[in-house]
């Protein structure tokens, strides 16, 4: 199956710094990458995704690049908040609708 | 929209006993659902997918007599964990998406605790 990679598994920054965490995959069929943002406890939430004929996405403070040809993917926090404190995860789903998640990045913001 | 709900919350079982666990779509119709299960402080391991109407589709090394799926309608998954032993206590978290290709919608989790 697919084997996706993320790194680096913990990251802390600076309150108004960027955060940039970064993934790659193993199947080049898989064509959907979403990242999602998990508090303690809770189920994982959506915050962007991006499809295999888009090279880059933004909303708001967020923004994911996709390198096909490399298969490689990022997300990129920019002017962090506290609240943005959680873990990470990005995926990648192949043509069976099948979601693999990556090992997550627990990011640490400090006020 | 899109909201999945799944029960219970959180389960302390004996080992030895069968704990079930339910997912629902609750607003759409999924004729495919995921279970994941997560360690503390680890990733989302998928498990298995179920199948409206047919027989999950286990990944490797998912026991699938240990972990029984049914998929008996278009917005009902449960999954059975059978005889369950303290190395199963764990977060059991379903998922569903309506359109290929379209985010996953995950439903609350289930925390079992096997004593």
């Known amino acids: 199956g697919e084997n996706v990679e993320q790194h680096p598994s913990t990251l802390s920054v600076q309150e108004g710094d960027s955060a940039v965490i970064k993934c790659t995959y193993s199947?080049?069929?898989?064509?959907?990458f979403p990242w999602y943002k998990q508090e303690l406890g809770k189920r994982p939430q959506l915050i962007i995704d991006?499809?295999?004929?888009?090279g880059e996405k933004k909303d708001q403070r967020i923004a994911v690049t996709l390198n096909k040809t490399a298969k490689h993917f990022s997300l990129h926090i920019t002017e962090t908040q506290p609240e943005d404190s959680a873990v990470y995860f990005c995926a990648a789903c192949n043509t069976g609708n099948q979601f693999y998640f990556g090992t997550g990045t627990s990011l640490t913001v400090i006020p | 929209g899109a909201v999945v709900s799944q029960h219970p919350s959180w389960v302390i079982c004996k080992s030895g006993t069968s704990v079930k666990i339910e997912c629902r779509s609750l607003d759409f119709q999924a004729t495919t659902m995921f279970w994941y299960r997560q360690f503390p402080k680890q990733s989302l391991m998928l498990m298995a997918t179920?199948?409206?109407?047919?027989?999950?589709?286990?990944e490797q090394g998912v026991e699938k007599d240990k972990f029984l799926i049914n998929h008996a309608s278009l917005t009902l998954s449960t999954l059975t964990v059978t005889s369950a032993h303290p190395e199963d206590s764990s977060f059991y978290i379903c998922s569903a998406g309506g359109h290929v290709n379209s985010p996953l919608h995950f439903g609350n989790g289930t925390r079992l605790t096997v004593t």
């Open positions: 179920s199948n409206e109407g047919s027989k999950a589709t286990y």
């Open positions: 199947d080049s069929a898989s064509n959907y």
């Open positions: 991006i499809r295999s004929n888009v």
